[in-house]
């Protein structure tokens, strides 16, 4: 497991307490992770198609990890946020790789 992702969540775990802040806490620090991650494979993986495409299937292995995290602790609501960030990572994804047109 990726260790920032591990970090994060514990970072956030004491925090979780069902108020409606926490809820939009939680969502701004996925958010945060997100974007941070996402920068940081392009970064990293832009010439490398191959890796890029390794590194965003990693990617929402971790989110997948955090869901049932989550859902041990019964968090559903913050469970549902981690499915929506992952269900939007993966369209994001998939335009990612696709193939670029040429133009002519």
Same mark, same amino acid.
């Given at each position: 497991?990726?260790?920032?992702?591990?970090?994060? @969540?514990?970072?956030?775990?004491?925090?979780? &307490?069902?108020?409606?802040?926490?809820?939009?806490?939680?969502? @701004?620090?996925?958010?945060?992770?997100?974007?941070?991650?996402?920068?940081?494979?392009?970064?990293?993986?832009?010439?490398?198609?191959?890796?890029?495409?390794?590194?965003?299937?990693?990617?929402?292995?971790?989110? &997948? @990890?955090?869901?049932?995290?989550?859902?041990?602790?019964?968090?559903?609501?913050?469970?549902?946020?981690?499915?929506?960030?992952?269900?939007?990572?993966?369209?994001?994804?998939? &335009?990612?790789?696709?193939?670029?047109?040429?133009?002519?």
């Amino acid at each position: 497991m990726n260790p920032k992702l591990e970090s994060f @969540w514990e970072t956030l775990k004491p925090g979780l &307490d069902r108020t409606p802040e926490s809820l939009v806490h939680f969502s @701004w620090a996925l958010e945060d992770w997100e974007a941070e991650s996402l920068a940081v494979a392009l970064d990293l993986f832009s010439k490398e198609p191959v890796l890029l495409k390794h590194e965003l299937a990693s990617q929402l292995e971790e989110l &997948d @990890w955090l869901m049932q995290r989550l859902l041990e602790l019964e968090e559903y609501e913050c469970c549902a946020r981690v499915k929506e960030t992952r269900e939007r990572a993966s369209v994001r994804n998939q &335009d990612l790789l696709k193939p670029k047109r040429r133009k002519r």
